[in-house]
């Protein structure tokens, strides 16, 4: 299973790869994660055909596209 985690706060995006690791150790199951600080960042992967089967993304980035407008691409 391939997981991208949008999120610009480390705390945050700590939090949430280490709730997947938990599930992945819990579930035995095979997890790869992309962890991306920004939008724009993220767009470039997308942009570059990188497919996921689960996204975590944050809403507000300052001064960047906002994780809503990420999901819509």
Known sequence: MRILICEDEKQYSDAVVS????????EGASVSIDLFHSSEELLESIIKKQNYDLAFL???FPHEVNGLEVAEV
Do not use: E, F, G, L
């Open 58 to 60: 944050d809403i507000q």
């Open 19 to 26: 709730a997947i690791q938990r599930w992945q150790k819990k």
